[in-house]
């Protein structure tokens, strides 16, 4: 079974138990980093569990998710194994698989809708990435 790892901050919260519900729906497991309600705090409290947890395999990828995505995408990048994308549209949610293999897929909880949300998430779970060009370019994205 291919584990989803989940991280949101306040804003992202509702989104992320609805997601869940809909993935779990799926088949897929769920190891939820938190938050767990809709009170203020800090995204990175949760973005660094999770992007270690995709590090060490303890999930297969992840889906993190705050007001804009931005925190959660500048965070979860900060890692060298993570490569967070951040979607708003099932397209895009789409190319950062194919292209950009992301790891992450970040979704912007305050500038998208539930259904849109689910439609990234399927898009980018189906997204095959393509290798090749992309492969190069992905391989010179650490730092040194
Ligand atoms: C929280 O108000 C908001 O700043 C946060 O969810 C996110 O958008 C930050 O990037």
């Not at 519900?21 to 497991?29: I, R, V």
């Not at 980093?33 to 569990?49: I, K, L, N």
């Not at 931005?70 to 194994?81: E, F, I, R």
């Not at 099932?90 to 849109?116: M, Y």
Request: a neutral charge; proline letters at 3%; one cysteine or more.
């Amino acid at each position: 079974m291919k584990i989803i790892g989940f991280a949101a901050d306040h804003a992202g919260y509702e989104l992320k138990e609805s997601l869940k519900l809909f993935l779990s729906d799926q088949g897929y497991g769920i190891k939820d980093f938190g938050t767990h309600s809709t009170e203020s705090m800090d995204y990175p409290d949760v973005a660094h569990p999770l992007a270690k947890a995709i590090e060490n395999g303890e999930a297969d990828f992840g889906i993190a998710i705050c007001g804009t995505g931005n925190g959660m995408a500048m965070t979860l990048n900060k890692h060298q194994g993570i490569r967070a994308g951040l979607a708003w549209i099932p397209e895009i949610a789409s190319l950062v698989k194919r292209h950009n293999n992301a790891n992450i897929l970040v979704l912007p909880a305050r500038f998208i809708d539930g259904d849109t949300a689910k439609k990234c998430v399927m898009a980018y779970i189906d997204g095959k990435f393509e290798g090749g060009r992309h492969e190069r370019r992905i391989n010179k994205i650490p730092a040194e």
